[in-house]
């Protein structure tokens, strides 16, 4: 067991390879209720974001694949424990000229803490407290090069097929140092609101395909540098996701797209495109 | 030399043979002092919440099997007669859920 955590943890960092933030959630379902003690799971995803509809004459267009890897562990019932690891590839195109980075983002530990939770016959209730970490240890262009804070409050609801999540977040960046050159970067606010129905396929008990719909807002405010706004930075996205979650067992796949249907950047940045996000969840 | 080495081949295999008996003996012994109970448990809403229960159940040392269905609400444990219900309620604490009532 201890080996194989070891090898997958190894694999991450090998695959270390991006500056899009990959954040506004997705796939937020389950997040009240903390798992069950000495509860290992492992949660790999695949995002694709895409940044296009330059108001400037230069044509830029920007592509961006992260690969997170979050390992969890049930400490006690009401305590989770929990790392990420993102790594990213980003293709940059302006006037005809591509550059390709890829890199290593920030390491983030969180704990999650059960507040409340209620089983019943006929409902589930849970609500989760949170506080994360993000250390600046991300390569150069993928990581913030600051100390994030990043409380949140999860609820989660469920009755018969039904589920419901509600999630927000706060991330405070650069709450204890600034970013490179006295850059304080924005600090973002995340609200999540997921609905699933849960069908069981073919009547057995171990096997169940759930279409997911999400609401995903993000607002991200403007970097400041000595006291002062920096223009074309901060933006609010606002995406309404469907998706499919498939669960084996012990095994989890589920697919989202996210279709940013509000959005407003300051300055002359670029416009969010639709998001594809693909990953497994294993349970053990 | 022979014969020692012999003697000692064949108190071996006694030995051997031996255990194996104990063992299979122990082992029917287990499994005709077992009883199958059945529990109510609120709070599995998915295919792959109740592997997590199965696990913490299945550390009890009484219980030789768990399997839990989150569509009927149900834990069904294989386990020793004089085995204590506290025990699987603390594993069904542990693991998030609540208990109902004890079923058979």
């Known amino acids: 067991m201890k080996k194989f955590l070891l090898i997958i943890l190894v694999c991450a960092s090998l695959n270390a390879l991006i500056l899009e933030n990959a954040n506004a959630a997705g796939i937020s379902v389950d997040a009240g209720l903390t798992p069950p003690q000495d509860r290992w799971i492992i949660r790999n995803q695949f995002r694709y974001m895409h940044r296009k509809d330059d108001p400037t004459m230069m044509d830029r267009k920007m592509d961006t694949y992260a690969f997170p890897l979050v390992i969890a562990y049930g400490l006690r019932p009401n305590l989770t424990l929990m790392a990420r690891q993102r790594v990213k590839h980003r293709k940059m195109s302006m006037a005809g000229s591509i550059s390709r980075d890829t890199g290593l983002d920030d390491l983030f530990l969180l704990a999650k803490y059960k507040l409340y939770r ?167 | 030399m022979k014969r020692c080495i012999f003697l000692s081949l064949v108190v071996m295999l006694f030995c051997v043979i031996g255990c194996n008996d104990a063992e299979k003996g122990e082992t029917a012994k287990t499994l005709e002092a077992s009883e199958t109970r059945q529990y109510e448990v609120f709070g ?61």
């Open chain 2, 44 to 104: 599995m809403d998915c295919p792959g919440c109740h592997g997590g229960l199965e696990k913490l159940v299945k550390k009890i040392p009484s219980v030789q099997e768990a399997k839990a269905n989150w569509v009927k609400k149900q834990l069904i444990v294989t386990l020793h007669p004089e085995a204590n219900d506290e025990d699987i309620y603390d594993a069904i604490k542990l693991a998030n859920f609540t208990v109902g009532k004890r079923i058979k």
């Open chain 1, 118 to 284: 209620k089983n019943t016959r006929d409902y589930t209730f849970g609500v989760a407290t949170t506080l994360g970490m993000e250390f600046p240890t991300g390569d150069d262009d993928f990581g913030s090069e600051t100390w994030d804070l990043k409380p949140g409050i999860f609820t989660s609801w469920r009755s018969g097929p039904w589920a419901a999540d509600f999630s927000t977040a706060y991330q405070w960046n650069g709450f204890a140092d600034k970013g490179k050159d006295g850059l304080n970067p924005g600090n973002e606010l995340m609200v999540d609101l997921a609905f699933a129905h849960q069908f069981s396929i073919g009547g057995r008990a171990d096997m169940s395909l759930s279409p997911v719909l999400e609401f995903n807002y993000k607002h991200l405010l403007s970097d400041r540098l000595s006291g002062q706004n920096v223009s074309n930075t901060g933006e609010s996205l606002f995406f309404v996701s469907p998706g499919l979650k498939f669960t084996k067992s012990s095994f989890i796949m589920e697919v989202l797209l996210q279709f940013p249907v509000w959005q407003q950047q300051q300055g002359s940045q670029l416009r969010q495109g639709t998001r594809l996000i693909v990953g497994t969840r294993f349970m053990f």
